[in-house]
């Protein structure tokens, strides 16, 4: 079984700075997906970033950015020029990549809480 | 574009009760997963319907239960409450892609709040 593991349960970054978001997860599959969600106050789950593990660049989207280190299994998420916008939960998940009807479930982590200080 | 509308949003029962909860899917997606959020935890993938079928479940008792509609809509039921369903049941949808499931987009609802006194 997957696992992914946040272990920071909660961060703090002034506006305009960067912070990095931790995440490692476990798996025996080589082929998967990663993922960043956020979950603002409306509960609503956001994604944020996604990463394909046969994939050598780290996604980037916008001010958002990932370094995949996948032999670590290791996937940080860094946000860059923070907004006081960013200020949410967010969720590090997995989900496999196999061609099966089983494949698109997501496992979570138990997410970090970021606030973004003016 | 209507986006993935769950209702109620927020829900009380007492223990031993049953309860619905219902998803609509955003415009065009034919499945449906159900994920349950306790508080301070990260979602738990429930189970998926495609076709009106479960087709994947999670580490959940039979008591959750679901359902699929022509329209592509869903239903999460859960019997016999316990004070540990008390969570955000959030509900997520997707369009397959020739029957395989490894590249769509989930869309999540804002979630039902269910509080089991």
């Known amino acids: 079984a997957q696992t992914v593991t946040q272990s920071q349960p909660e961060m703090s970054v002034q506006e305009a700075e960067t912070v990095t978001l931790s995440c490692t997860y476990d798996?025996?599959?080589?082929?998967?997906?990663l993922f960043w969600y956020k979950q603002p106050p409306s509960r609503q789950m956001i994604l944020v970033i996604r990463?394909?593990?046969?994939?050598?660049q780290n996604a980037t989207e916008n001010r958002f950015s990932v370094n995949f280190q996948k032999a670590a299994k290791s996937f940080s998420l860094k946000i860059s020029d923070s907004q006081l916008g960013d200020a949410a939960m967010y969720f590090c998940?997995?989900?496999?990549?196999?061609?099966?009807?089983?494949?698109?479930?997501?496992?979570f982590g138990k997410g970090i809480t970021l606030s973004v200080r003016p | 574009d209507a986006g993935v509308t769950q209702s109620p949003t927020h829900l009380i029962k007492t223990r031993g009760q049953q309860v619905t909860l219902r998803c609509s899917p955003k415009?065009?997606?034919?499945?449906v997963s159900w994920y349950q959020q306790a508080l301070g935890q990260g979602p738990q993938f429930i189970f998926q319907?495609?076709?009106?079928?479960?087709?994947q479940r999670g580490n959940f008792p039979d008591r959750f239960s679901g359902h699929q509609f022509p329209n592509y809509s869903s239903e999460l039921n859960v019997n016999a409450l316990l004070l540990g369903d008390s969570a955000l049941y959030l509900c997520?949808?997707?369009?397959?892609?020739?029957?395989?499931?490894?590249?769509?987009?989930?869309?999540f609802g804002s979630g039902t709040q269910l509080s089991v006194l």
């Open positions: 997520a949808s997707s369009l397959r892609t020739g029957g395989k499931t490894t590249n769509e987009k989930l869309f």
């Open positions: 798996t025996s599959e080589s082929d998967y997906y």
């Open positions: 990463q394909e593990a046969y994939k050598q």
């Open positions: 998940a997995y989900r496999s990549a196999r061609l099966t009807g089983a494949n698109s479930k997501l496992t």
């Open positions: 415009s065009g997606h034919d499945t």
């Open positions: 319907y495609y076709e009106e079928e479960e087709r």
